[in-house]
């Protein structure tokens, strides 16, 4: 049988050990080897283009041929043509070899992509890792609308997919009423990790401690660093006298250093080895998350649950997670400390989201007949 080949974009590294969006990138690089499905990843500068001439009437060809509407002025409307026009002649380079573009990157004029596959005669399955017009304080590279004001043009942009793969269920209900093909693949480790977080879950049987929590996330997203700025903050005001110990880690997490007030039971770790992280987890007494409104899906959750550490977490950040034994989700302040104040039990092993994995393989089979 004839291996079946797909070309892949993402701003993300396939690195299960690194961020949210390299997990997520990792996990459909397993999924696609499981299936002997190659990849090739695209490279931007392969066709050596690095000026064009004339750039700006490639824009505007680009805003009249796909009805996008645009307040560029001339500058911004000649780096649009000019990223536009590179992205057209790499994926005419790209075109003589593969069928399909699998999408994950959708920030900033990546977005130009999925117009830029079509027009060279690419199927285009977008895989975007959150809806990037409703995050807060990402502005549109088309009309520089600030989210969520902007939506329409994501919309505009998604709907030259064939088909799409959300990590939420709620974007894929909200992509579904403007009437595009969506499905639903939700985060999953990687098998390596998987067997990192097993091993964590049984060593918390001896090693788990009361009163010590730990405050996760991910800083250098700006839902993330102020919700978790938020609940240090909350803890402070409202828990220092407790027994509690807050300890605080995550990736970038030292950039909280400057506004964490002076509270002998908070500690800050800032980012952690991944031998450092699994010794937090084995012995925190439950993991706490708290996100401000956003898009996509929390990797940390389902590793969590893998681990077997109870989480605690606001509504706003629980997604696909709500009424999940082992996640504990508050809709105030008031609900959080008496969270704080019962046990928590252990989650259960997440199932591995075999139905969807095999959506996936089986619509990018159809996309390459």
């Not at 209900?173 to 879950?201: C, H, M, Q, W």
């Not at 978790?228 to 030292?254: C, W």
């Not at 908070?266 to 084995?282: D, K, P, S, V, Y």
């Amino acid at each position: 049988m004839k291996q079946l080949q797909v070309l892949r974009h993402s701003h993300f590294a396939a690195d299960p050990w690194g961020d949210g969006g390299c997990k997520r990138t990792a996990q459909i690089s397993e999924i696609l080897d499981g299936n002997q499905i190659s990849q090739e990843f695209y490279q931007p500068d392969i066709t050596q283009i690095f000026q064009k001439k004339f750039a700006a009437l490639e824009g505007l060809r680009l805003l009249n041929q796909h009805k996008i509407q645009s307040s560029l002025n001339k500058t911004a409307l000649t780096q649009l043509g000019f990223n536009y026009y590179k992205r057209q002649q790499t994926m005419e380079y790209y075109a003589q070899t593969h069928k399909l573009l699998l999408w994950e990157s959708s920030r900033q004029q990546n977005y130009l992509m999925s117009y830029a596959a079509r027009d060279m005669g690419l199927k285009v399955i977008g895989l975007p890792h959150n809806l990037e017009s409703l995050v807060q304080g990402q502005a549109s590279d088309f009309t520089g609308r600030l989210a969520p004001y902007w939506f329409e043009e994501e919309l505009q942009s998604l709907g030259q997919c064939h088909s799409i793969f959300t990590i939420s269920r709620e974007e894929q209900y909200l992509l579904k009423l403007f009437g595009l093909d969506a499905e639903f693949l939700p985060y999953y480790p990687t098998s390596e990790v998987a067997e990192y977080l097993l091993n964590i879950r049984e060593n918390r049987k001896q090693k788990a401690k009361e009163n010590m929590i730990l405050l996760m996330g991910t800083a250098g997203n700006k839902p993330t660093f102020d919700g978790m700025l938020n609940r240090i903050v909350f803890f402070h005001r409202h828990l220092k006298d407790s027994p509690l110990q807050l300890h605080v880690a995550g990736y970038l997490t030292e950039s909280l250093a400057p506004h964490i007030p002076e509270n002998p039971n908070i500690h800050l770790h800032g980012t952690l080895t991944n031998e450092r992280l699994a010794e937090m987890l084995e012995e925190c007494s439950f993991c706490w998350i708290h996100q401000n409104i956003s898009t996509g899906s929390l990797t940390k959750i389902p590793e969590l649950m893998m681990a077997g550490v109870p989480v605690l977490l606001n509504s706003d950040a629980a997604r696909n997670f709500h009424n999940v034994p082992g996640i504990r989700v508050y809709e105030h302040d008031d609900d959080c400390v008496d969270a704080m104040k019962g046990e928590l039990p252990v989650p259960e092993i997440p199932e591995k989201p075999l139905v969807h994995e095999k959506i996936l393989v089986n619509t990018i089979r159809k996309l390459l007949l």
